[in-house]
């Protein structure tokens, strides 16, 4: 966790509500390496959380509570603990109304507060800001008051803060990496059972990078629901309760009943279910090379079945295909911009960092951001001050 950040958070927080703040949270991002879109569909992923994310600096207010976002030119926001969604609301008060309006609808007692957010994640880069802001509001909350809440009660709580207020119905996937991640590991998650085994990579001379592409394609909220309903439209078209149930003949059988559009979109979450688990198996036989071919096929399931990529992101996988040195990639998060993941031989790191920027840049004149992962500890609370 960086310090920095955390110091600049809690200064922030001093300079603007003139005390120091009682509780200081942070919630970081995540990668996922493979299960691509699984995870509402009841099935298994490989996400990690990384060492950037969202501080939130708490104090109790007298009357009206007030939310500061530090890293915005966006003003402080009043809010009351009753308050309601309107159109009227930028897209950062979601949040903000979402975990005091989620967390009351389950009778916790919550009264006036401030808060001061920020942190070092880019947002739409498909790391999980929000994920990482919706849990970092939750623990934060949960220690101020005292709630007594579980990392697992907290997790649902953010998910649902995404569902009805930011409008993503998003899997549990975000929510449980940012919270349950540990150093050096990434998490096998059973998105059904919740049950998780974490796993140290056999990374052996290479790297995990990050190519973030700098778009986010608009409407890519409303696909990303699209995708949902569809699957679960054929699940319930096969009786299954999610697609996880289905085997690839069941699928075959209905293919003209669905049509060609959802067999394709079924076809690739039930292959990448599979694909995840064989991923898994060649992590445990420290086959990287293996690993690396899979994250290839998942991102072509991505781009020509399921349909949630973007030319940006398939320029970088299309150059990291030609490119001895990067084993694995693929695109990463809901898609339609955002960032790829590769594994990058360890020495050849630099080289390819500075060729796909330069030639990104080229082809779309827009300056990308290339860095390395480094997978950390999950959400946390960093500072309780005394009364
Ligand atoms: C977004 C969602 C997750 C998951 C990924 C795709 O990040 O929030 O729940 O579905 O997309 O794997």
Not at 155 to 171: L, R, S, T
Not at 186 to 201: F, T
Not at 351 to 375: M, N, P, T, W
């Amino acid at each position: 966790m960086d310090s920095v950040q955390l110091d600049r958070i809690n200064k922030a927080f001093e300079d603007h509500f003139g005390v120091l703040p009682r509780v200081t949270s942070f919630a970081p991002g995540r990668v996922n390496l493979i299960g691509g879109h699984t995870d509402y569909n009841d099935g298994f992923v490989l996400p990690g959380a990384i060492d950037k994310g969202v501080f939130v600096a708490f104090g109790l207010a007298q009357n009206q509570s007030v939310a500061v976002a530090i890293d915005t030119e966006h003003q402080p926001f009043t809010f009351d603990l009753a308050q309601e969604l309107t159109s009227a609301n930028e897209h950062w008060h979601r949040f903000v109304i979402g975990a005091v309006q989620v967390l009351r609808s389950k009778g916790h007692d919550i009264v006036p507060f401030n808060l001061v957010f920020g942190g070092n994640l880019p947002q739409g880069g498909g790391v999980s800001s929000s994920a990482a802001l919706e849990n970092s509001l939750v623990v934060g909350i949960n220690a101020l008051f005292n709630l007594g809440l579980s990392k697992k009660d907290m997790i649902f709580i953010a998910q649902q803060i995404e569902h009805d207020f930011v409008g993503v119905k998003c899997g549990i996937m975000d929510q449980y990496a940012s919270m349950f991640g540990e150093s050096g590991k990434v998490i096998h998650l059973d998105c059904r059972s919740l049950d998780a085994r974490s796993i140290s990579l056999p990374l052996k001379g290479y790297q995990l990078m990050l190519f973030n592409t700098k778009v986010k394609h608009q409407l890519s909220d409303a696909a990303y629901n699209d995708r949902r309903n569809a699957c679960q439209t054929v699940a319930q078209m096969a009786g299954v309760k999610s697609l996880r149930d289905l085997s690839m003949s069941a699928l075959d059988g209905m293919k003209q009943q669905i049509g060609q559009d959802k067999y394709e979109k079924a076809k690739y979450i039930v292959e990448e279910i599979q694909r995840t688990g064989e991923a898994v198996k060649a992590i445990d036989q420290g086959d990287l090379k293996t690993f690396g071919r899979l994250m290839f096929e998942a991102h072509e399931g991505l781009r020509s079945s399921y349909q949630v990529s973007c030319a940006e992101l398939d320029f970088f996988i299309d150059l990291a295909q030609t490119d001895s040195d990067v084993i694995g990639a693929r695109m990463m998060g809901g898609g339609f911009g955002g960032c790829t993941i590769n594994i990058v031989k360890a020495e050849a790191v630099q080289r390819v960092a500075k060729e796909f920027s330069e030639r990104y840049f080229q082809q779309f004149g827009i300056q990308c951001d290339i860095q390395k992962v480094i997978l950390s500890d999950g959400a946390q609370l960093v500072k309780t001050s005394p009364e």
